[in-house]
């Protein structure tokens, strides 16, 4: 624990709900989060190329940490002695920090997976490291996340149903010791999240979703997914797993997604999303605004002096042209990729804006159907 | 001309001197600039990584464009169809733009220089364009710049004294060109800026000087230094020039330098610099300190809790820990890369304020031996 101890513990305030689509709020040691959420990733210790008086000025309440990078460098320890991530990365915001598991996965290479942890090579300088779920809660506490999750095994999709039930049960018993471990943190107001798994089996699914609420956690977080399978895959799997959560604790679909699939999976209940998107797609020159997706890249956009959405909340959005972005982006200028990860992760926290408004006003359907209509105008359907 | 027109003649006032040391100001039809200034390089259309608003939170008063680059992407015409640069980058206050000749000669391939024009091959695409003196005119007045340089042949030095004044009689020939050439825009407030040339031979530069002052500028400039020689010829050249130049007019060094430059400059009566210095060195995580220059990629600062300067008037040199900007540095996040040309440039700006404040109130002299002592205390001894 490198931030300051809370005596309030860590709550959840469920406040209206529409449909199955939920309004609600947490309050983490270092503020309070409305929900629907989106959280921008600062994958290692920065939201890739904001200020992050500027990623709090889109509205952002949370930012989301990973624990790979971080492990790897600079390390937990050292941000520790540093004062802790909040401190180290100038954001005085709640921070999600996820597991590590999900990057060893995806970036490590000569992973060894065992009951006990996983041991890999850094894909940075080829250092050998041993994550476990103890040590994942550690790492998690020593960064000062406010909100941690549990080390598990994230596998790609498709896969095979008795691969994807090892990797369930193996998830649960590490849920299981990441919770002790947790526990014995004693860190009233801070927060770990249990990961349900099951790939794309619904039986399965909810098997570990009970197992977990039979755990304790005091959020559930929706994993396995985004990780290549269709959208109708993820979203079936979704509204099969959140009646089965509790409803008085936030959920959390991990790694998505486009503003498509945010709309979609609020309408099924969840409370909580990071993705990378936003920061990745601007930094490779694609806008996502109201009109659905613009690829700033394309030759059309060079003598356009439109701004990119007159009326969006975010000044960027309203102030430099077309032009000029499809000018940075083609001359590979560190302002464009800047300007147009600002004006996404804006674009993101106006849409859950917008449905935090319209789940309280009881008009989800409403704006479900305007927001599905307006993106109409893109470069691209935003069903693809 | 692109933007407003102003009815006021573009003028220079020089306040008070200290020694050769000079304070002053200059109204452009953008607004004012105090002298001695710096001018951030904004060399196609964005001060690399910097939000034209966090330029001006520096103090920058005036930002510097390259014609070369905009001349082939996006192109003068375009940006004039834009509404002008101004417009173009979000940026309101004063604009100088270069020639665009000395660019033709570091970037561009297939040069033919002749006494009409530089035709030259586009160091992006391969286009042939051509470059003469009405030419340049023409597209510093398509961008709307607050002062135009004219088009001059900039050698490297070391060079033959013939090729010198070849060079320089050329430069002379297409000054009086450029000069015809801004008189029928006939646009009052805006300014054209002749250029000393006459590489490291004096009574060559008194010469030039003296040819221009009889064309007559708004401004002159000492162009083709900091081009390889020592630190001493450039200033012997300066300190040789500036005597022979009026001193109602604006004296601007080209592409100088680094902050001692800066301080040995002005103490010879310069009042403007551009240089891409503390952008191009932040990005490659070295920092301009009053502590003199700091390289954080160094592995000693992984740990440092400090700021870089805790009495920085700019909050990124206050906030940061210097183990974070370490840390971005190694990871090559963008904001790491954003922090520290942001914080040069700052530095830039405090040091100009500094001296402008000394020259004031006479005390130029306690403020240069202050600032050389300070130095001392960074990586890399100021008198390199």
């Known amino acids: 624990m490198t931030e300051k101890m809370m005596t309030d513990p860590f709550t959840f305030t469920l406040k209206t709900t529409d449909g199955m689509a939920r309004r609600g709020q ?3 040691p270092h503020g309070v989060v409305q929900t629907p959420a989106f ?78 942890a996983v041991t890999f090579r850094s894909h ?27 080390l598990d095994e994230c596998l790609k999709l498709p896969a ?31 927060a770990l999240f249990g990961i349900v798994q099951g790939g794309d089996d619904i039986p399965l699914r909810q098997e570990s979703a009970r197992e977990l609420i039979d755990i ?40 998505v997604g486009t503003p498509h699939d945010l709309l979609e999976a609020v309408k099924r209940g969840v409370d909580m999303f990071d993705c990378v998107m936003p920061t990745r797609n601007g930094r490779h020159g694609m806008a996502f605004t109201r009109f659905g997706s613009i690829n700033l890249s394309n030759a059309r956009h060079a003598d356009d002096p439109r701004p990119l959405d007159e009326a969006s909340p975010h000044p960027a959005a309203r102030t430099y042209s077309r032009a000029y972005l499809h000018h940075l982006i083609k001359a590979n200028e560190i302002l464009g990729q800047v300007l147009l990860s600002t004006i996404n992760i804006a674009y993101y926290q106006a849409l859950m804006a917008g449905m935090r408004a319209a789940i309280e006003e009881g008009r989800f359907a409403d704006f479900y159907a305007g927001t599905m209509a307006g993106w109409k105008g893109g470069d691209i359907p935003p069903l693809s």
Chains 1, 2 share one sequence.
């Open 124 to 150: 940075i300088d080829g250092t050998m490291f041993e994550l476990s779920p103890e040590r994942s809660i550690e790492i998690q506490a020593l960064l000062g996340a406010d909100i941690s999750m549990q």
């Open 160 to 190: 095979a149903r008795e691969e994807i039930q090892r990797a369930m049960a193996l998830s649960l018993r590490w849920a299981e010791r990441s919770r002790r471990a947790f526990e014995a943190r004693n860190a009233t107001g801070y």
């Open 39 to 116: 959280m921008p990733v600062g994958t290692a210790g920065t939201v890739k190329g904001l200020h992050p008086e500027d990623v709090a000025d889109t509205g952002a309440e949370i930012v989301l940490g990973n624990t790979y990078h971080l492990m790897l460098r600079p390390g937990p320890e050292r941000v520790a002695a540093l004062g802790g991530l909040h401190k180290f990365m100038n954001w005085q915001k709640p921070i999600l920090t996820d597991s590590g598991g999900f990057q060893v996965m995806s970036l490590a290479t000569l992973r060894k997976l065992t009951e006990k």
């Open 26 to 28: 947490f309050v983490a």
């Open 216 to 255: 304790g956690f005091e959020g559930y977080a929706i994993g396995g997914l985004a990780v290549g399978e269709p959208q109708a895959v993820m979203l079936k799997v979704v509204e099969e797993t959140t009646p089965v959560l509790p409803a008085e604790r936030p959920r959390y679909l991990m790694g």
